[in-house]
């Protein structure tokens, strides 16, 4: 009997263990799909992104063409006029807000992706929270009060963009836990302060429903979300959590049914050496006998023609559709104080076409600015970063765009390497 019984215990044994190998094979592949899942819908995100900003890049664009020409309009004769002329100047805004909005939604596509470049730079934690808080204005002011508490805090690292987005889409939850409706007996909370250890604090408070324990734990699990289908992804707290993560700090939830929430962001401060300096002023290009020469190479034409709009009274402007183009027009002699082109094009890539540049008239080479919607790869990105050219993201506002131009005509001249050979002949060594 006892052999039996031994034997009995061996074989149950072996049975569990085989069990348990069949368990956690199961668990690895489900991780393995889960993660070949996130990746292929990242790169689906990448791809969203990069479609969505061509479209948006000359929305935005005219937009602001419109707002600066009603700015700088002259005051109307009558009453009417002058009433009308003060509601198209809201619509405009208005729109103005809603393609911002847009904006932000593509770059946590891009975030979500991990394709979007990373500029970390000391940042005050009070020009974050104050541009969140004006994009969110609409959600917040039918739901709660809003409250700010702000303390000083230091300066952190951290890409601009990325952070703005983490405090919209924050404030953006605390505002959809409360209903619409009853605003004076809700509020929200936005508090600010520094720990004990230096680190910025910034916690985002609300009067909402709260969250039930099991929800609370997977709030930061990719595409979970409480919302009914169409009005959540299950991305935003998820893209929060990466972000924050990645700039070394944390990012907690404390709530409970019929309490609320509290949303907790810690983050490092900036090293001392890299806290924040006044702001340079705007270097302005020196006044000269002729008009600058910008070219502009984009394949969609709605770009171009919104780059035009913003600059033509400015520049002596002349717009291409691929980098050929722009090719035959340096190679046939002409020069341009500007280059404004974008990276992902058929045929030849921005990219490609500095290359090009390099090799057969440096000088323009050194006048590129890169305009991009969105970077796919790492090697993309890391001979972005090599060229040490400017870059501006889609879609750019006309002030940012002018005051780069600006720069890039104020700065200095890098050295240039052109040989004694005609541009042609070194095209054609070229190959």
Not at 207 to 231: I, L, S
Not at 275 to 291: E, G, S, Y
Request: with cysteine; net charge negative; proline share 6%.
């Amino acid at each position: 009997n006892d052999q039996v019984l031994t034997a009995v215990a061996a074989a149950v044994q072996v049975e569990e263990e085989r069990w348990r190998a069949t368990r956690e094979r199961q668990q690895i592949e489900i991780q393995l799909r889960n993660a070949q899942k996130l990746e292929a819908i990242g790169q689906l995100a990448a791809g969203i992104a990069h479609e969505i900003n061509n479209p948006l890049a000359y929305v935005t664009a005219n937009l602001e063409v419109v707002a600066e020409s009603l700015a700088a309009a002259p005051p109307a004769a009558s009453p009417e006029q002058r009433a009308e002329h003060a509601e198209m100047q809201a619509a405009i805004g208005d729109a103005c807000e809603g393609a911002e909005r847009v904006r932000n939604i593509v770059r946590g596509l891009r975030s979500f992706s991990r394709s979007e470049e990373e500029k970390r730079v000391p940042i005050a934690l009070s020009d974050v929270l104050a541009a969140a808080i004006r994009l969110t204005g609409n959600e917040v002011k039918h739901r709660a009060v809003l409250v700010l508490d702000l303390a000083p805090t230091p300066a952190v690292l951290a890409d601009d963009g990325r952070l703005t987005q983490v405090f919209i889409n924050l404030v953006i939850n605390a505002a959809h836990a409360i209903p619409e409706g009853n605003t004076d007996a809700n509020r929200i909370t936005v508090r600010t302060r520094t720990a004990r250890d230096g680190r910025a604090i910034v916690e985002i408070e609300d009067t909402g429903a709260g969250m039930p324990p099991e929800v609370q734990a997977r709030a930061f699990d990719p595409f979970f979300t409480t919302k009914e289908v169409g009005e959540g992804t299950g991305l935003g707290l998820s893209i929060c959590h990466g972000i924050i993560s990645g700039l070394g700090g944390q990012i907690t939830i404390d709530s409970a049914p019929g309490r609320g929430c509290l949303v907790r962001v810690v983050l490092p401060p900036a090293a001392a050496e890299a806290q924040l300096a006044p702001p340079p002023a705007l270097a302005i290009a020196d006044a000269a006998p002729r008009r600058r020469r910008v070219l502009i190479i984009d394949d969609e034409p709605r770009v171009a023609q919104a780059l035009e709009r913003m600059l033509h009274t400015d520049y002596d402007l002349t717009l291409v559709s691929c980098g050929a183009s722009a090719l035959e027009h340096v190679t046939a002699g002409a020069r341009y104080d500007a280059i404004i082109t974008d990276v992902m094009m058929p045929n030849m890539t921005g990219i490609e076409l500095f290359d090009r540049l390099e090799v057969l008239a440096p000088d323009q080479a050194h006048r590129v600015i890169f305009l991009t919607g969105g970077v796919f790869t790492p090697q993309t990105q890391a001979r972005l970063e090599a060229a040490g050219t400017p870059q501006l993201q889609k879609p750019v506002g006309a002030q940012e765009l002018r005051a780069c131009i600006a720069k890039l005509l104020a700065g200095p001249r890098r050295a240039e390497r052109v040989s004694a050979v005609p541009l042609r002949d070194r095209e054609a060594s070229a190959g």
